[in-house]
C-alpha cells in the first residue's frame, strides 16, 4: 500500500535549521510530483514547496521562498524540504503529499511532522 513517512521535525530556535524527509513506498515515485504542505492550529492547510517529478522544477510559496529548499532522490524514494532562518510563523504541521498533476494536490498523504519554532 501507499505509505509517506515523515521525519525532522522538532523544536528550534528562530533563526534556526531543520531538514524533513519523507520516504515514499507503494507506488511509482519517479512519476508523481511531490509537495510539502503545512498546517498551523487555527490555519487552513497551505502549500510550501513543490518538485517536479524529475526534480527539474520547483515552486515555492512567497513567505518561504529563499528559505527553504526542497530536492528529490529519484532513486531512494525520497523528498527533502531543507529549512533555513525559521521563523515563529513556520510553526505547523508539515505534510508529505504525492500528486500526478503539478498544479493541485494529489490523494497520497503522509501522517505529518511538528515543526515548532520557538526561543
Known amino acids: 500500500q501507499v505509505q509517506l513517512v515523515e521525519s525532522g521535525g522538532g523544536l528550534v530556535q528562530p533563526g534556526g535549521s531543520l531538514r524533513l524527509s519523507c520516504a515514499a513506498s507503494?507506488?511509482?515515485?519517479?512519476?508523481?510530483?511531490m509537495n510539502w504542505y503545512r498546517q498551523a492550529p487555527g490555519k487552513e492547510r497551505e502549500l510550501v514547496a513543490r518538485?517536479?517529478?524529475?526534480?527539474?522544477?520547483?515552486t515555492y510559496a512567497a513567505p518561504v521562498k529563499g528559505r527553504f529548499t526542497i530536492s528529490r532522490d529519484n532513486d531512494k524514494n525520497t523528498v527533502t524540504l531543507q529549512m533555513d532562518s525559521l521563523k515563529p510563523e513556520d510553526t505547523a504541521v508539515y505534510y508529505c503529499?504525492?500528486?500526478?498533476?503539478?498544479?493541485?494536490?494529489?490523494?497520497?498523504w503522509g501522517q505529518g511532522t511538528q515543526v515548532t519554532v520557538s526561543s
Open positions: 518538485i517536479s517529478s524529475s526534480g527539474n522544477s520547483n
Open positions: 503529499n504525492a500528486a500526478r498533476s503539478y498544479f493541485s494536490a494529489g490523494a497520497y
Open positions: 507503494g507506488f511509482t515515485f519517479s512519476t508523481y510530483v
